[in-house]
């Protein structure tokens, strides 16, 4: 991922949201709460060997995480859904490496805010 973006773009959201802090803080606590259902999807997928399946739970996480302004996290999960369906197992298993970093990263900040 472009270390060059932020983790967090907490303005990006609220532009989404039309600046309305206290949905942004809604949708903060439920991506905390989600975020571990979604990585367990990627997982899963990814240790069947399921390429649809792993396209699918990395757009779903690539949502949810813009929508909170995650930027890295949705970065890495549209790389995963792009790159699934060639089902390059063992580079996909790389960036499934690096989607958990920054979700640890993104969690961390979004715990802050």
């Known amino acids: 991922m472009d270390p060059k973006l932020p983790v967090l773009s907490r303005d990006e959201a609220l532009e ?3 600046g309305d802090v206290e949905l942004w803080g809604e949708i ?12 367990t999807g990627v997982d899963k997928a990814l240790d069947t060997r399921n390429a649809d399946g ?26 995963i859904e792009l790159s699934a369906l060639a089902a390059d197992w063992p580079e996909l298993t790389e960036y499934v490496v690096q989607l958990r970093l920054e979700i640890d990263e993104a969690r961390t900040q979004l715990e802050k805010a």
């Open 28 to 39: 903060r606590d439920i991506w905390l709460e989600d975020v571990g259902n979604l990585i």
């Open 54 to 79: 792993l396209r699918r739970a990395a757009h779903a996480l690539k949502g949810a995480s813009a929508n909170v302004g995650a930027t890295r996290v949705a970065g890495m999960a549209r790389k």
């Open 16 to 18: 989404r949201l039309e």
